[in-house]
């Protein structure tokens, strides 16, 4: 059964999405995966973004491609895509899924009129990964704050927060669970993006139930480990003290824990996290589930920042995205690193691989 196409959303067209992709594509490396790559983008952005990094010597060779300008208002014509591969035999085929922009595009200048373009890539990618005509999704980044400044917004009305709770809406999940990823560790959260201040009354026993479920659960379907082995920080310093530095240990994580440990789930009761981040801790495990986002985060970062891979668990396909922003003053310069995009088209291909059937 030949492997289906990867289809990577090139996100903000003023920032280096484009870039990376391009001296991805240039080095051949997409083509050893053995499956064709889709990039939604503007096609002539994307040739004149080319051209200028060919212009600078950041591209040694000009890159060909496929272009298909499906019909996307108002609504998106899948069959258009279908219909419109030639080569749909070539595992290396470069294929751009042509998403116009609004606008013109200046590299490192936000333009807001061109954040319904970039909404758009996350509606198709959604769109081809939800009808299984894709193995999965590689997010590049976004300008959260274009799309907000442009009145854009999620699903539920509130305000547009980001790749995870848009792709969570769309799939109709009331949960997911946000992993990074490198070869140092996986780390799973909680809780993702609260103020400190939050975070105690959002770690509730139903969530960090869910949290446990998903993280087992895609550890088990979508990186192949038959009995995975987890490791929980506790919330407060010291994993609570025995109470005598917080209770939320005593009263809320550990009997959810207990419960996954009676069950025989080779999972962890609540761990002091200054020292749960230890080597003679982390050979053991497989992934880290952190109450928040920097008890955890600049552990798995300062072990491989521009290595590592973001991911949404509990979703009903693969998404995998950067470790970074935009870096408008990096776009077009030739000067940004492509590897962390490496590392999530890999681990898409990894987990699509693992996943049955094979898709």
Known sequence: MRAKPLVITTGEPAG????????????????????????????????????????????????????????????????????????????????????????????????????????TQLQLAHQLAMTQRVAGIVTGPLQKSALIDAGLRLLDGSMFSGHTEFFMQKSGCDKVVMMLANPAMRVALVTTHLPLKDVPAAITAENVERTVEIVLNDLRQKFGLANPRVLVCGLNPHAGEGGHLGEEEIRVINPVLQRFIDMGVDISLAMPADTLFTKRHLEHCDAVIAMYHDQGLPVLKSHGFGDTVNLTLGLPYIRTSVDHGTALDLAGQGTASASSLYQAVIMAHDMAMQTRPMI
Do not use: Y
């Open 16 to 119: 280096i999405g484009m870039d990376i992709v391009l001296m991805l594509a240039q080095t051949g490396e997409l083509s050893a995966l053995g499956r064709p790559i889709w990039v939604l983008a503007d096609a002539q952005v994307l040739k004149a973004r080319a051209d200028r990094l060919l212009s600078i010597g950041a591209l040694t060779h000009g890159l060909k491609w496929q272009v298909v300008t499906p019909t996307l208002h108002p609504t998106i014509n899948l069959e258009e895509i279908d219909a419109g591969f030639v080569d749909k035999e070539a595992d290396d085929a470069f294929v751009v899924i042509n998403v116009p922009c609004a606008v013109p595009v200046v590299e490192g200048q936000i333009a807001v009129e061109n954040a319904s373009m970039v909404l």
